[in-house]
């Protein structure tokens, strides 16, 4: 196992992080035995980052146990999250930090985060409900030891949220195919060059990098010299930037811990081959075909006066093109809700002048109104969050 340095702490972390998110299952329930093993086999073979979160069904209680009985909790670091849109006063937080140290039977967390931050807004909210006492507290009490938070949102709320706390670190959604999504590369090295450290979730893009591959991809990781997975190399493209410290992955499948396990072993930073690189390049292609939007998230346009937020509105609506399912839409209608959606635009063109790529925003917003704004989408999302977050 390789191990990469948080720089704020001195933390040695596993380059692979296990994401407790998804333990194997018997029937309806997490399968314990299983999920036992899995966890053991993982710490014996190095792993120390173990993610799980408040809202993971049985995900706390059960790493809790496991790390426990077996007297594992010493030898590795627990990160979990607060969820961000439950929490409205300073008593909740309270109540359901201890709730977290009971079910994870520890007296603190290594790595504790705000769940799914999408806007500045959901931190400056926070902020407003007293977070920055209770962090401050629970860091002079020693239960917290470092604080970090999860991203979902665009770069431009990547940047503020980043330049507004002393975080110890951080987790975005990166891979080979998100390089310009979310906080992508560029909020991946602003976040570094501030020694923040960062974790990578979904390398595998919620294992559509592997199920959904295009045919055409496929052939290309097939035919190349170097056989690999297509799930190794999407790992090894995102352990190559030496600016990702952790690399998450929802393992619940022995092969795949095996395989994950193997390929953290020699993952050096800066290891690939220009060839290697170029044959990924040509990967990526196979999905970018499907875009619709040639969108880079930069977030010059922003803000928008009527508040839409672009750079969301495209890369939602370039997402349901390259892998379709409800995923994309759900996650639009999460992040705009009703304030931020393509059809508040107003058509006033003040973002078409900033916009380096000379995008026509006001047809193209158009474009994604005509296929994501819909009244069933939106029930579907409240729906949805009514369940993560009751
Ligand atoms: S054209 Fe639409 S999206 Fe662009 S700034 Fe005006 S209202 Fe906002
Ligand atoms: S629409 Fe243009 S300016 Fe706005 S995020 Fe996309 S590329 Fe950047």
């Given at each position: ?101 009971e079910r994870l039977k520890t007296d603190y967390i290594d790595y504790y985060m705000i769940h799914n931050i999408i806007k500045f807004e959901d931190w400056e909210n926070l902020k407003k409900f007293g977070i920055l006492d209770f962090i401050e507290d629970e860091k002079k009490n020693g239960r917290i030891i470092n604080f970090g938070f999860s991203f979902h949102g ?237």
């Amino acid at each position: 196992m390789m191990y990469r340095e948080i720089e704020k702490n001195g933390d040695k972390l596993s380059i692979l992080g296990y994401g407790c998110m998804r333990y194997p299952r018997k029937n309806v329930s997490i399968d314990y035995e299983r999920t036992e093993k899995q966890i053991i086999t993982a710490i014996e073979n190095g792993v120390n980052y173990f993610d799980t979160a408040y809202l993971y069904p049985g995900s706390e209680k059960t790493l809790g146990k496991i790390l426990k009985s077996n007297g594992y909790r010493e030898k590795v670091k627990i990160a979990t999250k607060m969820p961000a849109q439950v929490v409205k006063t300073r008593q909740k937080m309270d109540e359901i930090f201890e709730k977290q140290l009971e079910r994870l039977k520890t007296d603190y967390i290594d790595y504790y985060m705000i769940h799914n931050i999408i806007k500045f807004e959901d931190w400056e909210n926070l902020k407003k409900f007293g977070i920055l006492d209770f962090i401050e507290d629970e860091k002079k009490n020693g239960r917290i030891i470092n604080f970090g938070f999860s991203f979902h949102g665009n770069l431009h709320e990547f940047k503020k949220t980043i330049d507004d706390y002393d975080w110890e670190f951080c987790m975005i959604q990166y891979n080979y195919v998100d390089e310009n999504y979310q906080a992508g590369t560029e909020g991946l090295e602003y976040a570094a060059s501030k020694n923040i450290g960062v974790i990578a979730m979904e390398p595998l893009r919620g294992g559509m990098l592997v199920d959904k591959l295009p045919k055409n991809a496929q052939k290309i990781i097939d035919d190349f010299k170097i056989k690999r997975s297509a799930g190794e190399w999407a790992f090894r493209w995102v352990w190559d930037n030496p600016a990702v410290k952790v690399v998450l992955s929802g393992m619940n499948d022995e092969k795949h811990i095996e395989e994950n396990i193997k390929a953290a072993s020699d993952a050096l930073p800066n290891s690939l081959s220009l060839e290697e690189k170029e044959m990924l390049e040509k990967v990526k292609e196979e999905f970018k075909n499907k875009i619709k939007v040639e969108c880079t998230n930069c977030a010059y346009c922003m803000p928008c006066p009527k508040g839409v937020d672009i750079p969301t509105c495209f890369s939602s609506y370039n997402d349901k093109s390259m892998f379709g399912g409800f995923k994309p839409q759900i996650m639009y209608v999460n992040a705009t809700e009703d304030k931020s959606a393509a059809y508040k635009c107003t058509q006033c063109g003040i973002c078409e002048k900033k916009c380096p790529q000379e995008i026509a925003i006001i047809e193209e917003l158009k474009n994604v109104s005509k296929s994501m704004d819909k009244w069933y989408y939106r029930l579907l999302g409240k729906i949805v969050k009514l369940i993560l977050y009751r």
